[in-house]
């Protein structure tokens, strides 16, 4: 049995509560127990404009509706269970997904202590698959964020598996209705723009919003401006910046498209809270020509988990705040600063710590794992 604290005992948002209940049911999936997650409660973060004068009245909805659980809006196979007896001696505890990774004894026996074991690990502990299974109780607290991507040291076939196995799907009704809104917007690009509380909580990390550079990027990443792009952000009520930013392009924010003409097909929903805008704002993103996204927020991250599960695309586009500006080559484009076995070797700026490293950003899977 497993025992698995959601990150932050739930109050974050819907983002945070996907990467950690995912990230349960791989570890249930990789050691073949059943879990307990513990602390899922409806998520603390409504979009910022739903409490706007401006914006209350079309979107009441989102706050007034009953509030969904992330595992009341995704259909993944799985084998949580509700019940569970805590009072056993023969149990494990850990702490801090971030700084932990898991892998057999195989592996450890052929890599610990080469430049591969060292590359991957990055300093987090081992945790070695056959030791584990001497347990009776695994328990997980204070566990953090991590994406399964490089929580897992495994041979590429069983690793693409167990990533397999925790494919983000939603339920059909919504999955259906952003088909339907992508369907009717064509051909499309997308962007994910954080701002609000954002902008002061990783003031401290270089995260600001540089106009000029901001602009240029747009151009180098969309250069075809007869596309639309679809919008997503906590921050509508920001719509002379956005209006600056991409003047000369064809801009729609998902929220407004969705409430101003699919309106009806959003209210016939199973849940109609903000997890549900956002699911659909994701969905619509995912499946962009062209995505940009912004450094350090979930939102993005599980955008660019879709679009590798989904349509293989691995374009991480990051609006360009001065610490992403670091790694941008002469073209606009996001480039390696240096060498290594794994995604996360190739770019200092993205893995200054192994708790960066773990939930910063989604990884390429195809650089997660070797073909050992």
């Known amino acids: 049995m497993i025992y698995f604290e959601n990150s932050a005992r739930g109050a974050e948002g819907f983002n945070t509560h996907l990467m950690s209940y995912t990230l349960c049911i791989s570890l249930s999936n990789f050691l073949e127990r059943d879990f307990f997650f513990e602390y899922e409660i409806p998520c603390s973060t409504p979009p910022v404009y739903a409490s706007d004068e401006n914006y209350k009245e079309k979107f009441s909805i989102l706050l007034d509706s009953p509030r969904s659980l992330v595992s009341d809006l995704v259909d993944i196979p799985n084998r949580r269970r509700f019940e569970i007896d805590r009072q056993t001696e023969n149990k494990a505890k850990f702490e801090l997904l971030y700084s932990h990774f898991i892998t057999t004894e195989e592996l450890r026996s052929k890599f610990e202590g080469t430049v591969i074991w060292d590359s991957f690990s990055i300093g987090r502990i081992p945790l070695i698959r056959e030791n584990l299974e001497t347990y009776d ?181 990051f609006f360009p705040d001065p610490k992403v500006a670091r790694l941008l080559n002469s073209d606009g484009r996001i480039a390696p600063d240096r060498h290594g076995f794994f995604d996360w070797n190739r770019y200092s700026v993205f893995s200054e710590d192994h708790a960066e490293m773990a939930w910063m950003r989604e990884w390429n899977h195809e650089l997660s794992s070797l073909d050992i």
């Open 137 to 317: 109780l695994i328990e997980w607290t204070h566990t953090k964020l991590s994406h399964p991507s490089c929580f897992y040291f495994l041979k590429r076939p069983e690793k693409q598996q167990l990533l397999d196995s925790v494919k983000i799907k939603y339920l059909d009704e919504i999955e259906k209705l952003a088909e339907t809104i992508a369907a009717g917007s064509g051909r499309f690009n997308a962007i994910h723009l954080r701002l609000g509380d954002f902008l002061t909580n990783y003031k401290n990390d270089d995260y600001s919003v540089e106009h000029n550079s901001f602009k240029k990027y747009i151009k180098l990443t969309f250069p075809d401006e007869s596309l639309p792009i679809l919008a997503a952000t906590d921050s509508l009520h920001e719509k002379e910046m956005f209006s600056e930013l991409f003047k000369g392009y064809k801009l729609q924010f998902i929220d407004e498209l969705i409430f101003d003409h699919y309106r009806r097909e959003f209210v016939e929903l199973p849940f109609t809270d903000f997890n549900v805008i956002s699911i659909l704002n994701q969905l619509l993103c995912s499946s962009a020509e062209v995505f940009i996204g912004t450094y350090r927020s979930t939102f993005t991250s599980m955008i660019h988990r879709m679009r590798q599960e989904r349509y293989r695309k691995t374009d991480f586009n």
